[in-house]
Antibody, heavy 120, light 112 residues
Framework: QVQLVESGGGVVQPGKSLRLSCAAS????????IHWVRQAPGKGLEWVAV????????YYADSVKGRFTISRDNSKNTLYLQMNSLRAEDTAVYYC?????????????WGQGTTVTVSS | NFMLTQPHSVSESPGKTVTISCTRS????????VQWYQQRPGSAPTPVIY?????PSGVPDRFSGSIDSSSNSASLTISGLKTEDEADYYC???????????FGGGTKLTVL
């Protein structure tokens, strides 16, 4: 079945870096755009970034622009989020989420999320 | 940039109908599709409406979506409420001015 599995979360100090991964299975990964969406504890959903199916376009939320980088390796069916200069306000559950082929601006499948805690 | 504003919470009894609104702060609600996601406690979100009023397969027809240009808002209506519908609901759209995806703040639905 269609599945997205995030990994790489953990506790990290402010100013440090962390890389999240999202392993896809059950569908042709190279045909789909993928988003990262996060949710701070007790808060709502916040869109982070999106990458097109072929990696040709990437877009970011203003809150992470210049600090986070989204990338993908279609040969490994894996999405990444490199997070640099982390701040306390980046603490959240990070979800990878697939965009339908007909509308890259929405989500049709969500992963279960990985938790990132930024704390000294 | 625009915002999507939702009521913080709504409550209704089992078997009744509830409507959750999502108001766009600027620009036309009709200019970009609206999606709705359900998030039960401790779980990832799941889509319940896409492209304003389309239901993904497996979502019961008790769930429906619409947009209203006069109020510049989208609505999610759930009829025949069940206790299992108790969850947070988020609307979502797209800001074509900055290539960004926008979520509403979420609405907590209580079925009591």
């Amino acid at each position: 079945q269609v599945q997205l599995v995030e990994s790489g979360g953990g506790v990290v100090q402010p100013g440090k870096s962390l890389r999240l991964s999202c392993a896809a299975s059950g569908f042709t990964f190279s045909s789909y755009g993928i988003h990262w969406v996060r949710q701070a504890p007790g808060k709502g959903l916040e869109w982070v970034a999106v990458i097109w199916y072929d990696g040709s376009n990437k877009y970011y939320a203003d809150s992470v622009k210049g600090r986070f980088t989204i990338s993908r390796d279609n040969s490994k069916n894996t999405l990444y989020l490199q997070m640099n200069s982390l701040r306390a306000e980046d603490t959240a559950v990070y979800y990878c989420a697939r965009a339908p082929t007909t509308q890259w601006t929405s989500v049709d499948v969500w992963g279960q999320g990985t938790t990132v805690t930024v704390s000294s | 940039n625009f915002m999507l504003t939702q009521p913080h919470s709504v409550s209704e009894s089992p078997g009744k109908t509830v409507t959750i609104s999502c108001t766009r702060s600027s620009g036309s609600i009709a200019s970009n599709y609206v999606q709705w996601y359900q998030q039960r406690p401790g779980s990832a979100p799941t889509p319940v409406i896409y492209e304003d009023n389309q239901r993904p397969s497996g979502v019961p027809d008790r769930f429906s979506g619409s947009i209203d240009s006069s109020s510049n808002s989208a609505s999610l209506t759930i009829s025949g409420l069940k206790t299992e519908d108790e969850a947070d609901y988020y609307c979502q759209s797209y800001d074509s001015n900055n290539w960004g995806v926008v979520f509403g703040g979420g609405t907590k639905l209580t079925v009591l």
